[in-house]
């Protein structure tokens, strides 16, 4: 399988004592890698990382077989991502949204965007204003966005936080039907243990900094427990007790 993103023994403590330590996993191609952890326990941390957006102590992150730190441009040109919220123009249109996140990259035309706007299925909201849209559509919106450069490998921040049963179902299956169809690979940030097991084809765990368990597959954990919040809160306890 080809290797997507390697993490190595990667730490970023801040002067409050809290962060990350000895970080390991890998992410392979066209699979729904599931990251999950409590508030607070390193994810966002670990993300930005991923993308720059941070300095860390010790370790290396690599993307499509190059050192982020040693050639940033390169191994960061087919990454997409959505870390924490995106910032969207409430003021503005969803197209005119897009149109700004554009001008990013090189030779995005007005039909990639109506293109990705299909894709995300809010084409037909394309010339409303965004601060009329649900938080369902303005996930959606974010989504475009970290799509519109047509990345390989997508990084999303608990995309389906905050919304209605119908509206977490929709993205779920996006997400599933774009790794799939389009085999792109995803990165997805959760604390929501039910939306890992039914999103994610692997799964790391962190609890306070550490990686309780590094990218095991969900198929695999529910052969020995019923469920991923079994498995979680197992291993949670195995971490307490050492």
């Known amino acids: 399988m080809e290797k997507i993103l390697e993490v190595n023994n990667l730490t970023k403590i801040y002067k409050n004592g809290r962060g990350v330590k000895n970080i390991n996993f890998e992410v392979y191609k066209g699979e729904v890698f599931g990251f999950l952890g409590p508030n607070g326990a390193g994810k966002t941390t670990i993300m930005k990382a991923i993308v720059g957006l941070n300095t860390i102590q010790t370790g290396t992150v690599s993307i499509f077989g190059t050192n982020l730190h040693e050639n940033f441009e390169e191994a960061i040109k087919h990454v997409g991502s959505i870390i924490e919220t995106a910032d969207l123009y409430l003021y503005m249109t969803a197209y005119n949204n897009l149109k700004i996140a554009s001008r990013f990259y090189k030779s995005i035309s007005e039909t990639d965007i109506d293109e990705i706007l299909d894709v995300v299925k809010i084409k037909e909201y394309k010339n409303e204003k965004v601060r009329n849209f649900?938080?369902?559509?303005?996930?959606?919106?974010?989504?475009?966005?970290?799509?519109?450069?047509?990345?390989?490998?997508?990084?999303?921040?608990?995309?389906?936080?905050?919304?209605?049963?119908?509206?977490?179902?929709?993205?779920?299956?996006?997400?599933?039907?774009?790794?799939?169809?389009?085999?792109?690979?995803?990165?997805?940030?959760?604390?929501?243990?039910?939306?890992?097991?039914?999103?994610?084809?692997?799964?790391?765990?962190?609890?306070?900094?550490?990686?309780?368990?590094?990218?095991?597959?969900?198929?695999?954990?529910?052969?020995?427990?019923?469920?991923?919040e079994e498995f979680y809160m197992s291993s949670i306890k195995k971490e307490v007790l050492k």
């Open 134 to 228: 649900s938080l369902g559509m303005k996930q959606r919106l974010a989504l475009a966005i970290a799509l519109l450069s047509k990345p390989k490998f997508v990084i999303l921040d608990e995309p389906t936080n905050g919304l209605d049963i119908e509206g977490t179902i929709e993205m779920r299956n996006l997400i599933i039907k774009l790794a799939k169809e389009q085999q792109i690979t995803f990165f997805i940030s959760s604390h929501l243990v039910h939306e890992i097991e039914l999103m994610c084809s692997r799964v790391a765990i962190i609890h306070y900094g550490e990686l309780v368990n590094n990218g095991k597959e969900i198929s695999e954990i529910k052969k020995e427990v019923n469920s991923l």
